[in-house]
């Protein structure tokens, strides 16, 4: 009797590209507010808005934006 194989899976399945260092960045500041118990939208657009890293055109973060870079990033 053969041993059952789960099915071969890529770590990054969706990505079309080798994230760029401001990625990088908004990851690990997402990881942050998330290990500081944000839960809600308006708790991780607080925790950018306090963090380093900048929306890509600058400014401020708002749900708008944060919301449209994530579907643009497909997250």
Do not use: C
């Amino acid at each position: 009797m053969s041993t059952y194989q789960f099915p071969a899976l890529e770590v990054h399945q969706t990505r079309d590209h080798e994230p760029t260092e401001w990625e990088y960045s908004l990851a690990d500041a997402l990881e942050s507010i998330f290990a500081r118990g944000a839960k809600e939208l308006p708790q991780v657009i607080e925790g950018l808005n306090n963090s380093r890293v900048r929306p890509p055109h600058g400014g401020a973060w708002t749900e708008q934006n944060f919301t449209a870079l994530m579907q643009e990033l497909g997250a």
